[in-house]
């Protein structure tokens, strides 16, 4: 079975920081996995990607500059460190993965973690 198991979330004060992990089971994925969060009352938005293979990394603009996305093939798992963090960043964050051969940076992703609340206060 197929996992993607998302940590690190929790409240931050802004201008803060936090690493999410999201640690993959049952497989491994060769083109994009990425971030993507959704706010309340918001529909979910893209945040950043890597290339598996290459290690390129994509990045929504309100990431650039802030975040930054790692993977560890060894451990399976792939990283967002969130650093100069704001109040707007609040939301719940999710782990995704594309199971294709192919794609690019924010599409498709087929395969979901259950999320990780991130809180940032003013």
């Known amino acids: 079975q197929v996992q993607l198991v998302e940590s690190g979330g929790g409240l931050v004060q802004a201008g803060g920081s936090l690493r999410l992990s999201c640690a993959v089971s049952?497989?491994?994925?060769?083109?994009?996995m990425g971030w993507f969060r959704q706010a309340p009352g918001k529909e979910r938005e893209f945040v950043a990607a890597?290339?598996?293979?290459?290690?390129?990394?994509f990045y929504a603009d309100s990431a650039k500059g802030r975040f930054t996305i790692s993977r560890d093939n060894a451990k399976n798992t792939v990283y967002l460190q969130m650093n100069k963090m704001a109040p707007e960043d609040t939301a719940v964050y999710y782990c995704?993965?594309?199971?294709?051969?192919?794609?690019?940076?924010?599409?498709?992703?087929?395969?979901w973690g259950q999320g990780t609340q991130v809180t940032v206060s003013s």
């Open positions: 995704a993965a594309n199971s294709r051969d192919w794609g690019s940076p924010r599409t498709p992703y087929d395969t």
């Open positions: 049952g497989r491994t994925f060769r083109t994009f």
């Open positions: 890597i290339n598996i293979r290459s290690a390129s990394t």
